[in-house]
């Protein structure tokens, strides 16, 4: 989608990209998107209803028991329908335009994500240990916001014209094998730093703070100094 976003609209009569993506430096995304707050955010009525839904359907196969030895029968259903979802998902976003991208998007992408959990169940259903693939992947989980938030600085990085500008260099025929090239450099990074950033701290950066600024807001007086009148009851006099 970022490779996407950052081709040029429009151009010059020598050819160069005009476009705020390609040629604009990072403040002026910033005050493009906030221009265009409307626009951008209009996803919005899609996903949260989407999410609402996948959140429910994720509740139900988990008390449907997909993740244990309950649910082999289950998988088994739920990998037959990721397994046709996603060769269709994958034409459908290729050759099917800007309807086939909404389409692929919002419509089949939830049918793969339930084929991928199913797939991911079963890997370790008849796994005792994680593995090694797994013991790497295993930071992704733990340090998941941090990521999903330093997966699309390095994406703008890679594509954007206030990075290296590469989404309106390449040529368009090669555009779905970039695509596939940033994915999978993403998702390389992500896993290395996350593992590295786990060797010495608990958790993400974001779940830090997240969990930081949650103590703090929710903080009671439990937890601050006693005052003088609370140390009344242990003997101590109120001065």
């Known amino acids: 989608m970022v490779a996407l976003a950052a081709t040029p609209a429009s151009g010059s009569s020598s050819g160069e990209p005009t476009d705020v993506f390609a040629t604009g430096s990072w403040w002026d995304l910033v005050v493009f998107r906030a221009e265009n707050l409307l626009a951008f955010r209009a ?4 996903l949260v209803p989407l ?3 996948m959140f429910l359907v994720g509740a139900a196969l988990f008390d449907a028991g997909v993740f244990d030895e ?3 029968r289950l998988r088994r259903r739920l990998l037959l329908i990721g397994a046709v979802s996603a060769p ?3 034409a459908v976003g290729l050759f099917g335009g ?4 909404f389409a692929a998007r919002y419509a089949i992408a939830p049918f793969v994500a339930v084929g991928l959990l199913a797939l991911i169940a079963q890997w370790y259903e008849t796994r005792d240990h994680v593995g090694t693939v797994g013991g790497w992947m295993q930071g992704i989980g733990r340090a998941a916001l941090s990521c999903y938030i330093l997966q699309n600085v390095i994406a703008s990085a890679i594509c954007y014209g206030w990075g290296f500008g590469l989404a309106a260099k390449i040529d368009p025929t090669y555009r779905t094998q970039f695509t596939v090239a940033v994915y999978i ?7 290395v ?6 060797r010495r701290f608990p958790q993400g950066p974001v779940e830090w703070l997240w969990k930081a600024s949650f103590e703090l807001l929710t903080r009671d007086g439990s937890d601050r100094p006693e ?4 140390r009344v009851g242990s003997g101590t006099l109120d001065t």
């Open 70 to 72: 309950r649910g082999a």
């Open 43 to 46: 996803e919005v009525i899609f």
């Open 185 to 191: 450099t993403v998702c390389a990074i992500l896993v």
């Open 88 to 90: 269709v998902d994958l």
């Open 193 to 198: 730093a996350a593992r590295l950033w786990l």
């Open 227 to 230: 005052t003088n009148r609370q």
């Open 98 to 101: 800007t309807a086939g991208l």
């Open 51 to 53: 999410t609402i839904v």
